[in-house]
């Protein structure tokens, strides 16, 4: 089974700067993909960022890019020139390739508080 | 986009009552997924459904079942709703196979509390 932990319950960041959101899982899988979910207080959870694991380069959205680290199973969001529209819940999650029901599995969260 | 609606953003039930939570997706997605968010928690799997009249146990189904009489439409049933099921309950869809490996749409959710 996978498990997929996110060390920070709570994090903060000042508007215009940079965060970055920890995540860590553990498989024996050797192809998998790895995802960011967004949860803004709305509630409506929307994919921020996606990862396929026999990719070696870091996946990158505009403002959002992370640090894949296979052999330490790390996978961390940075958030560049925070926005205050980043507030939300982060969510980081894993799929195993193969995977015909695609059923992830979800990290604890990390809920980001940008300040002005 | 894919359009997750979830019938209800909030619902107030008493211990016992059976509760009926409904989700429909417009976008012809054949997996279609049932979560329970926790805080601390994250998001735990109840039950999903690859097919029509399709379904599979997920993580956490103790006291739930699921209906899937449509493609588009996923619903969570509470036989017995009890306090321990106070929740948010989210909805969610994908495409099969390598193309859900993509990601999946959610719905905004439904906080659900039982007294």
């Known amino acids: 089974a996978q498990t997929v932990t996110q060390s920070q319950p709570e994090m903060s960041v000042q508007e215009a700067e940079t965060v970055t959101l920890s995540c860590t899982y553990d498989t024996s899988e050797s192809n998998y993909y790895l995802f960011w979910y967004k949860q803004p207080p709305s509630r409506q959870m929307i994919l921020v960022i996606r990862?396929?694991?026999?990719?070696?380069q870091n996946a990158t959205e505009n403002r959002f890019s992370v640090n894949f680290q296979k052999a330490a199973k790390s996978f961390s969001l940075k958030i560049s020139d925070s926005q205050l529209g980043d507030t939300a819940m982060y969510f980081c999650a894993f799929m195993k390739d193969n995977n015909a029901g695609n059923m992830l599995t979800f990290g604890g969260g990390t809920r980001l508080m940008v300040k002005p | 986009d894919v359009k997750v609606t979830q019938s209800s953003r909030y619902l107030v039930k008493r211990t016992g009552e059976k509760v009926f939570l409904e989700c429909v997706q417009d976008?012809?997605?054949?997996?279609m997924f049932w979560y329970r968010q926790d805080p601390g928690l994250g998001l735990r799997l109840i039950y999903f459904s690859y097919d029509v009249k399709m379904k599979e146990k997920g993580d956490i189904p103790e006291g739930y079942s699921v209906s899937r009489e449509k493609k588009e439409r996923f619903s969570l049933i509470l036989e017995s709703a009890s306090t321990n099921q106070t929740s948010m309950y989210l909805c969610a869809s994908s495409l099969l196979g390598l193309a859900g490996n993509q990601g999946r749409s959610f719905g905004a959710g439904t906080r659900l509390s039982v007294l």
């Open positions: 976008m012809d997605h054949e997996n």
């Open positions: 990862q396929e694991a026999y990719k070696q």
